[in-house]
T-cell receptor
Framework: DAGITQSPRHKVTETGTPVTLRCHQT?????MYWYRQDPGHGLRLIHY???????DKGEVSDGYSVSRSKTEDFLLTLESATSSQTSVYFC????????????FGEGSRLTVL | GESVGLHLPTLSVQEGDNSIINCAYS??????FIWYKQESGKGPQFIID?????DKRQGQRVTVLLNKTVKHLSLQIAATQPGDSAVYFC??????????FGKGTTLSVSS
């Protein structure tokens, strides 16, 4: 797992509630990513970070925000969860400069009722 | 639309056969490609990669072929085993900072 921990691993919440998913790495890598995975869509990039307080949007960033106040943690926040955000969320890190080989966490399954 | 896609959502093979999983990409500027394997309940795991200055790269039982003329990528698995059953994704590096993934092919191996 290249030292990647996601929490929580499973969460059930209600529409309109805020949710924060945490990705923690132990190896001090610069690049971190959040993807969501849905049947028929594969993995889609939500946001990524290229350093502390440096983040950028991916292809499906609407409804999500991220923060990276320290190298080891990358937080994904759903300010007001919707049922369309029910998904499995994967955090990944790149051990190089930019998007080379990515190492993924085990995923966080979120269900929005 | 998707820049990276796979031709078939599912592929069924017999144990011992060779498997070929295909992927088409649309961005001719992409310079780096990776194949990932994802087992049920787990995150994707790296299999093999290839840069755009190469046509072929071999690993252990796996080979990736890149045809830049038709923007096609394939993963060949030799002597497929039941443990190879998983979802396989191709991914491309378009802008240097993130990987874009295809939708995946589910490989089922029967013994």
């Amino acid at each position: 797992d290249a030292g990647i921990t996601q929490s929580p691993r499973h969460k059930v919440t209600e529409t309109g509630t805020p949710v924060t998913l945490r990705c923690h790495q132990t190896e001090n890598h610069r690049y971190m990513y959040w993807y969501r995975q849905d049947p028929g869509h594969g993995l889609r990039l939500i946001h990524y970070s290229y350093g502390v307080k440096d983040t950028d949007k991916g292809e499906v960033s609407d409804g999500y925000s991220v923060s990276r106040s320290k190298t080891e943690d990358f937080l994904l926040t759903l300010e007001s969860a919707t049922s369309s955000q029910t998904s499995v969320y994967f955090c990944a890190i790149s051990t190089g400069q930019g998007a080379g080989e990515l190492f993924f966490g085990e995923g966080s399954r979120l269900t929005v009722l | 639309g998707e820049s990276v896609g796979l031709h078939l959502p599912t592929l069924s093979v017999q144990e011992g056969d060779n498997s070929i999983i295909n992927c088409a990409y649309s961005n001719s500027a992409s310079d780096y490609f990776i194949w990932y394997k994802q087992e049920s309940g787990k995150g994707p795991q790296f299999i093999i990669d290839i840069r755009s200055n190469m046509d072929k790269r071999q690993g252990q039982r796996v080979t990736v072929l890149l045809n830049k003329t038709v923007k096609h990528l394939s993963l060949q698995i030799a002597a497929t085993q039941p443990g190879d059953s998983a979802v396989y994704f191709c991914a491309e590096n378009q802008a240097g900072t993130a990987l874009i993934f295809g939708k995946g092919t589910t490989l089922s191996v029967s013994s």
